[in-house]
């Protein structure tokens, strides 16, 4: 069965960085996306960044464009998230995800597969 397992959150000033790792294990075959998605309280759950396995394409929301900045290596089966100049608005509980599904990368229904979560703590 597959599984997603994030690590490297934390607090960190504005204007710090931080990067996000997630392990994947269990996959018969690769996924089509992997994605970072984050969920702060009282918001619903969006999209980050996506990545395709295969090619390399790379798809990121408008308000993290520029900043964050997603990679994968296929032959460990970890995905990254790099975090800069993040913003007290960046504070979330951000997962790893996966799905076969090509489209729309940024909808979280159409992911099956879903890490525990972790911690990102934005304040001075």
């Known amino acids: 069965q597959a599984q997603l397992v994030e690590s490297g959150g934390g607090s960190v000033q504005p204007g710090g960085s931080l990067r996000l790792s997630c392990a994947a294990s269990g996959y018969t075959y690769k996924p089509y996306f992997m994605a970072w998605f984050r969920q702060a309280p009282g918001k619903q759950r969006e999209g980050v960044a996506a990545i395709t396995t295969f090619g390399g394409n790379t798809y990121y929301a408008a308000s993290v464009k520029g900043r964050f900045t997603i990679s994968r290596d296929n032959a460990k089966n970890t995905l990254s998230l790099q975090m800069s100049s993040l913003q007290p608005d960046d504070t979330a509980v951000y997962y790893c995800?996966?799905?076969?599904?090509?489209?729309?990368?940024?909808?979280?229904?159409?992911?099956?597969?879903w890490g525990q979560g972790t911690q990102v703590t934005v304040s001075s």
């Open positions: 995800a996966s799905t076969f599904k090509a489209g729309a990368w940024s909808t979280p229904e159409n992911y099956p597969n």
